[in-house]
């Protein structure tokens, strides 16, 4: 298992908690905690060695374009850069709703 920790400039900011995905065959788990400090930690835990450069592009793209403090926690289990992607969107639409009963939903 590898371990990847970035940092990232971020100006905006969510209203709250968010996880989607899984940690599962092909996916990824993303937990999202909103922060005060004008950065975006990322942690990233991967069974997938060798690929520090695919995560930093998928990374860097995402972050020039949503800017969103806090701090992501990813469990990846072999997912695509698409699949990547798509969670982290998710994650960030998911934090910008209001809480409900039955939680944050996937």
Not at 46 to 61: E, H, K, P
Request: hydrophobic letters at 40%; charged letters at 20%.
């Amino acid at each position: 298992m590898q371990t990847l920790n970035l940092e990232y400039h971020a100006t905006g900011s969510a209203a709250g908690r968010a996880h989607v995905g899984v940690v599962g065959s092909g996916d990824l788990e993303i937990l999202f905690e909103p922060g005060t400090d004008p950065t975006a930690s990322v942690r990233v835990r991967t069974t997938v060695d060798g690929f520090d450069v695919v995560w930093r592009r998928v990374l860097d793209a995402f972050f020039a374009h949503h800017p969103v403090a806090g701090r992501y926690e990813l469990n990846d289990f072999g997912a695509t850069p698409g699949i990547v992607s798509l969670r982290l969107l998710q994650v960030l639409e998911t934090s910008r709703r209001p809480a409900g009963p039955e939680g944050s939903g996937q």
